[in-house]
């Protein structure tokens, strides 16, 4: 006798799997909405989101690593928020990762083969870590190929490319001059697909997971900034958002880490905050659930979401000058004539703040959420649930 047919299972939606895994209904849209809020939507967007997830199949997922330290893969599991790490990530999009999967060696990488021909066009391709172009791309080979060839070749296939970090959004450490080995982000390399740049060493893991929940709602890259980072994250600096900014404003600096104003929690421009030149939502978003940022542990922005920061500048020495921008470029200044700044001035300096954001970014006025708040230096982020 025959035996019958097996149909085969049916791929369950993201819901589903969430559902599952004990996601109540009124945790799973309280989620939809943060994300929604994020991405700027109103109440229409975060249905489209929460319909989305809910009917729509899982996005096949090929995570390369490069030369890396894996940051960015600790960030998002290490998230607090447990559909971001628990759901989103591990249960549902990843086909291949060559630090998470139990397959090693011969069977891996005929994980990754089966990937990419049986989804072909179909699968996201993440990316962390840089590619090193020098000495015919000898220093990062994983089953035998180069890290420039499995770029290439797994690009060919994608639906879309997200570089997740500072590594394979410009090269990070590895990149540090004189870069010996070549390191290269994939923009660099990859020049005919959609690509996002997830900027940070690492990404906040709800910002990766906001790329990830748009790219499967809307089908379609999230609006970019000049260095191809999703506006909804990077269009406001550090310095905007960061609570310390009114000492910064009436020019109270912390001089060394361990003086009294160190204990006060004053500005730490002094000693060699990047803020006002790092475009991130560190201070609205923070990490660890909304925990903390570096800012707040009493530590400088180091800048780490911006292109080549280890080479800007020694770390822990004031900026000088904030580049193309000359108000700002003098906190000194700042600090000794606070006593004469009067409200008008004040204003004048946070219009000017987003005046130069614009120019950095490429964003035309009108076009950016901060043209709602008008108070842009204590705008509170969404709610997390
Ligand atoms: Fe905050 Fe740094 Fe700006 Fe000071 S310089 S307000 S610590 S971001
Ligand atoms: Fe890189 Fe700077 Fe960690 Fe994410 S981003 S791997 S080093
Ligand atoms: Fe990076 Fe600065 Fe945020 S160092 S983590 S962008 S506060």
Request: charged share 20%.
């Amino acid at each position: 006798m025959n035996s019958p047919v097996l149909a085969p299972a049916p791929v369950p939606t993201v819901y589903e799997q969430m559902a599952s895994r004990g996601v109540s209904r009124r945790d799973f849209l309280k989620f939809c909405t943060w994300m929604g809020a994020y991405h700027g939507l109103e109440n229409d967007g975060t249905a489209q989101i929460a319909r989305a997830i809910e009917t729509k199949r899982r996005i096949p997922v090929v995570w390369l690593h490069f030369q890396e330290c894996t940051c960015c893969s600790e960030s998002f599991l290490r998230s607090s928020h447990p559909i971001v790490a628990d759901i989103l990530l591990d249960k549902i999009s990843l086909d291949y990762t060559e630090t998470l999967q139990a397959a090693a060696g011969h069977q891996a990488e005929e994980i990754l083969q089966d990937v990419i021909t049986r989804h072909k066009g179909e699968y996201l391709m993440l990316v962390e870590g840089s590619v090193p172009l020098a000495a015919d791309g000898c220093y990062c080979v994983v089953g035998g190929k180069s890290a420039l060839d499995t770029v290439r070749e797994v690009a060919a296939g994608a639906k879309a490319i997200v570089a997740w970090g500072n590594c394979a959004c410009s090269g990070c450490v590895q990149a540090a001059n004189p870069n010996p080995t070549g390191a290269t982000p994939v923009h660099a390399i990859i020049k005919d697909k959609p690509i996002v740049n997830v900027q940070g060493c690492p990404p906040i893991a709800e910002v990766m997971a906001g790329v990830l929940v748009h790219l499967l709602t809307f089908d379609r890259l999230p609006q970019l900034d000049s260095l191809g980072r999703p506006k909804a994250f990077y269009s406001r600096r550090v310095h905007d958002t960061c609570y310390r900014r009114p000492n910064y404003d009436a020019g109270l600096f912390v001089e060394t880490f361990d003086d009294e104003n160190a204990r006060k929690g004053y500005c730490l421009y002094r000693v060699g905050c990047r803020g006002p030149s790092t475009y991130n939502a560190c201070g609205t978003m923070r990490w660890n659930n909304g925990t903390s940022f570096p800012i707040q542990s009493g530590h400088p922005c180091l800048g780490c979401s911006e292109a080549k920061f280890w080479d800007n500048g020694p770390f822990y020495q004031r900026l000088t000058n904030f580049p193309g921008f000359g108000i700002e470029s003098t906190a000194d200044q700042i600090g000794l004539g606070v006593a004469a700044l009067a409200a008008g001035g004040a204003l004048a300096h946070a219009v000017l703040t987003n005046v130069r954001k614009r120019h950095d970014i490429g964003e035309q006025p009108g076009e950016s959420p901060a043209d709602l708040d008008p108070n842009p230096t204590a705008s509170e982020p969404p709610q997390k649930p």
